[in-house]
């Protein structure tokens, strides 16, 4: 998937800066496509030179001008044709993964605190996507919500994130486990 397709899902929100897409992708769609502030800007730009989004700047006092980007009805179809087409299957490439497969007694420690902090991140990572979810909900019952809003995708792709962190705590939690018998056993 490129980056633009995640940008014009972003978009259909509505008209944003491009600093409010990098907020809403740290926020919102880091669970399934993370993007650095470099390569947003440089999306934006090449989208906006074919078609995909307009851009207007917004004169503002005391700060820099702002520009804010829409997607415009050809964005629109290459969204359209995007979602036509069938998903790719998910490729994980996982640095820590790569440890705890190659880990000896002697790793351990280093391997522990790696999965250690993992856990740590996956909590907080839990924590602002189930924050997220409350501001959603808004007090309505996840039903009212489903019933009332106006796009479910970004609630069903949060949900999606946050099973994901779930599961990482729960698998750090059991590795952490393990490596400490392992460690204990070895002196």
Do not use: C
Not at 56 to 65: K, L, T
Not at 69 to 83: C, D, K, N, S, V
Not at 117 to 123: G, I, R, T
């Amino acid at each position: 998937m490129a980056l633009r397709n995640a940008v014009l899902a972003a978009l259909l929100e509505g008209e944003a800066s491009g600093y409010d897409l990098a907020k809403g992708f740290d926020a919102s769609v880091a669970n399934f496509w993370m993007a650095t502030p470099q390569q947003l800007y440089k999306e934006l730009d090449r989208m906006a030179a074919e078609g995909l989004i307009e851009t207007r700047v917004v004169q503002q006092e005391r700060r820099p001008n702002k520009r804010l980007h829409a997607i415009t009805p050809a964005g629109r179809a290459a969204l359209r044709e995007f979602i036509a087409e069938p998903a790719k299957p998910t490729a994980i490439r996982d640095e820590m993964m790569v440890k705890v497969q190659g880990m000896e007694t002697e790793d351990a420690p280093a391997v522990r605190a790696a999965v250690a902090e993992k856990l740590e991140w996956s909590k907080a990572k839990l924590a602002r996507y189930e924050r997220l979810r409350g501001r959603l909900l808004d007090g309505r019952s996840e039903q009212a919500y489903l019933a009332e809003a106006e796009r479910v995708g970004p609630y069903l792709t949060l949900l999606r994130g946050i099973s994901f962190e779930q599961e990482n705590i729960r698998w750090a939690e059991f590795a952490l486990s393990v490596i400490e018998r392992r460690l204990a056993a070895s002196v």
